[in-house]
């Protein structure tokens, strides 16, 4: 299994500023996945972090607006620009185990924009 | 029409009880079926995988229907700890292999 760590995990911010939340994998994996969970909603995939390469967005999600770095294979950031009480919600990192059966969750990030 | 669908909930069961959950999908294609379990404000982390020919792993069997794009969770003798959202997720085929999540059962085992 993967042990995943981010920080922070929680945090309340203004309106207009940006948080970058951190992810750290214990292993290296090939890719990495951001998810996003909004209150009484299910996840939503932002983006796939490939190691190497820019990031792969979803539909709805911009690269100006959740800009991703991965500069290894353990370790990526997810940054949420100019924030709205919008983005409040649950940010999750997540990658899949070797046989790409199962996906590791991080214990995510709780955002509150004000 | 939703990728992937199920009954919000909650249900409500004894201690005890049988309580079965349902998920429907929308893409035929579809290669590879799972349950996860979310506890209130934590990760999601895999209950289950779904294979063809139905599975069981312990109080708990999953059973996929192809023909009608369907998923199913039984949970037999449920125990206080079963309480959870228990969500239904299916994997496209090909390399990008995309995860859909359904928006979660929320079951509520009461004593």
């Known amino acids: 299994s993967a042990v995943i760590s981010q920080k922070p995990s929680r945090d309340i911010c203004q309106r207009g500023t940006s948080l970058t939340i951190q992810c750290q994998v214990d292993?290296?994996?090939?890719?990495m996945f951001w998810y996003r969970q909004q209150p009484g909603q299910s996840l939503t995939l932002i983006a796939t972090a490939n190691q190497g390469s820019e990031a792969t967005y979803e539909s709805g999600f911009v690269i100006d607006k959740f800009p991703i770095s991965r500069p290894n294979l353990t370790f990526s950031t997810l940054t949420v620009s100019n924030m709205s009480p919008e983005d409040s919600s649950i940010y999750l990192c997540?990658?899949?185990?070797?046989?790409?059966?199962?996906?590791?969750f991080g214990p995510g990030t709780r955002l509150t924009v004000l | 029409r939703k990728e992937v669908e199920q009954d919000p909930g909650p249900f409500n069961v004894p201690e005890g009880a049988t309580v079965a959950f349902n998920c429907t999908y929308s893409?035929?294609?579809?290669?590879?079926f799972f349950w996860y379990r979310q506890d209130c404000r934590k990760e999601p982390k895999l209950l289950m995988s779904v294979y063809s020919s139905g599975n069981e792993d312990g109080r708990f069997t999953a059973q996929l229907n192809r023909a009608s794009q369907y998923i199913s969770l039984l949970i037999r003798d449920s125990k206080l700890s079963d309480s959870a959202t228990y969500l239904c997720?299916?994997?496209?085929?090909?390399?990008?292999?995309?995860?859909?999540f359904g928006t979660g059962t929320k079951l509520q085992v009461i004593p």
């Open positions: 292993s290296q994996v090939t890719m």
């Open positions: 997540s990658v899949r185990g070797r046989a790409a059966e199962t996906q590791y």
């Open positions: 997720v299916v994997r496209d085929p090909g390399g990008y292999q995309k995860v859909t």
């Open positions: 893409n035929s294609a579809s290669q590879s």
